[in-house]
């Protein structure tokens, strides 16, 4: 699986790897919500093909049944807004402008928070300024004073799944994103600490805290997202969690 991070460079698989499952929030996308127009149309190109390529070389794929759109409907979504993407795939809890929030984080804050949980060593990197302008791979340190909506970076588990770790306002999330493109998964399969989820939307620049979907979102709770959860989540204990 080494290989599999360190044949690509780093920043882009991590990008890529995220648009093609969550659908390019950013994690954000971490984790979870579409490419807005400010996202570069290159990435975007790239993350299509990636996903063209991972379908013709597979035979076989792990799929479960899913609710699906017609191609006019599929048309109908293409301009809509993340809320209003939101309203149609999930339930909305809340919304929480970013200026107003008392939970985002400082990129020392960031660092400390995910190494604290044993997830340290790699990058950590942002994507959005807290006005919501994009700033293409923001690369945070511990002496990093400045506040961002969202963080990402990834982890390489004992059994070697990779997995995209998502911090996005106070709350972190976890994808097995090497399980998902090895096996070709059609699920968006995301872990969680409660059954909500923290979508960052640029555009309107704030928070949208949401109960997903299934058909959408395979959300997965679990006590504690640290490495010691994830060393544990070999891919037959994944293959447990949804089929």
């Not at 920043?11 to 579409?34: E, K, P, Q």
């Not at 300024?129 to 791979?137: I, K, Q, S, T």
């Amino acid at each position: 699986m080494k290989d599999f991070i360190t044949s690509l460079p780093g920043r882009i698989v991590i990008i890529s790897a995220l648009l093609i499952i969550v659908g390019g929030i950013i994690f954000f996308s971490v984790l979870g919500t579409r490419v807005n127009s400010r996202t570069k149309e290159s990435v975007q190109e790239e993350t299509e093909q990636d996903a063209s390529v991972s379908s013709s070389s597979k035979e076989e794929k792990r799929q479960v049944p899913a609710e699906t759109d017609s191609a006019e409907d599929e048309e109908s979504y293409i301009d809509e807004s993340l809320e209003q993407y939101l309203k149609r795939t999930a339930k909305i809890e809340n919304i929480i402008s970013v200026n107003d929030s008392q939970t985002v984080m400082t990129g020392a804050e960031a660092i400390k928070f995910l190494s604290d949980r044993g997830f340290d060593g790699q990058p950590i990197e942002c994507d959005f300024a807290m006005d919501g302008e994009y700033v293409e791979g923001v690369e945070v340190t511990s002496e990093s004073s400045e506040k961002y909506p969202e963080y990402t970076t990834y982890f390489e588990a004992e059994n070697g799944c990779v997995w995209i770790i998502t911090v996005s306002n106070g709350s972190i999330t976890a994808v097995p994103i090497s399980y998902i493109i090895d096996f070709d998964v059609n699920l968006r399969i995301v872990l969680s600490e409660s059954d909500k989820m923290i979508c960052y939307d640029p555009e309107s620049n704030q928070f949208f805290e949401v109960i997903p979907d299934k058909w959408e979102y395979f959300l997965v709770t679990v006590p504690k997202i640290d490495a010691e959860t994830l060393n544990k989540m070999t891919n037959e204990e994944l293959d447990k969690l949804w089929k």
